[in-house]
């Protein structure tokens, strides 16, 4: 059996063959599995959260734009009206787009199974193309994102062949200024690998900068350093590292 939430990932991979599950649990009516609210100082997702309801969450749109952002540019309005933010992160679809924005802004999944509950940070939760860290029984409950600092800027870009497509690249930045520099920092990359990528070296070469050429540009080679996408109909492998970077510094700049 396998779990549905919204299915724009399941059902496709259903019709093309490549998951034939016996049943399907239908998690549409858990009430408690769609929320967006905050604990202290937690920004808390549920899993059945719909791309549409984090557009429409002025919450969200206060405190961490970002993830708007990113919804936007997922599909199409009708994917993103059943797509849900928990199918998104927990199917470790490299070219998922909501996985890199929770490595950048350090989430924590809560998932359940038979034996409890259980915190995974998304930086460890990314195993290989379509593995993760669930366990055999387990499914993901919410989604916890430590509020961002207040002033901080985030910015998600994403260059595709036409509307609705997966990336040729994208890169999710998040910064904070002190003074005139970059007091903090993290980077995330979207289908440049088996797994969202992040970009830790990247993000250190901003921190204490004033975000100068000179910073942006060893950023952008750390990024690309780290990227191993595969040649496919999105272009070969070498172009898509090239844009990657691309998308790296656009976000910075955003």
């Known amino acids: ?30 009430a408690e599995l769609r929320r967006i609210d905050r604990d202290g100082t937690m920004l808390v997702l549920g899993a059945m959260t719909t791309q549409q309801e984090i557009l429409a969450s002025r919450l969200l ?3 961490c ?38 490595l950048a802004l350090d989430a924590v999944y809560r998932v ?24 055999e029984g387990e499914i993901l409950q919410q989604i916890r ?18 509307i609705g497509d997966y990336a040729t690249a994208a890169a999710a930045v998040i910064l904070s200024i002190q003074g005139g520099s970059c007091s903090a920092a993290a980077i995330a990359l979207t289908n440049v690998g088996d797994t969202p990528l992040y970009a830790e070296a990247a ?21 690309r350093a780290i990227a191993r996408p595969a040649s496919d109909g999105r ?9 990657a970077g691309i998308m790296v510094a656009r976000a910075i700049a955003k």
Do not use: W
Request: proline share 8%; hydrophobic share 45%.
């Open 1 to 30: 059996a396998r779990v549905v939430a919204g299915g724009p990932s399941l059902i496709p991979m259903m019709k093309l063959r490549l998951a034939a599950p016996q049943h399907l649990v239908d998690l549409q009516d858990l």
């Open 61 to 63: 749109a206060s405190q």
């Open 65 to 102: 734009p970002i993830l708007g952002e990113a919804a936007a540019q997922i599909a199409d309005p009708q994917v993103r009206a059943c797509g849900t933010i928990g199918g998104n992160v927990a199917n470790g679809d490299p070219g998922n787009d909501m996985p890199a924005v929770m």
């Open 112 to 135: 359940k199974g038979p034996r409890g509950a259980r915190d995974i940070p998304a930086r460890q939760f990314y195993q290989g193309t379509f593995v993760t860290a669930l366990k």
């Open 145 to 162: 994102i430590p509020a961002p600092a207040a002033g901080h800027g985030a910015a998600y870009e994403k260059q595709k062949r036409k």
């Open 203 to 223: 993000a250190k070469a901003l921190v204490g900068s004033k975000l100068d050429t000179v910073a942006i540009g060893a950023a952008v080679q750390r990024a």
């Open 235 to 243: 272009g070969p492998a070498d172009y898509r590292i090239h844009v």
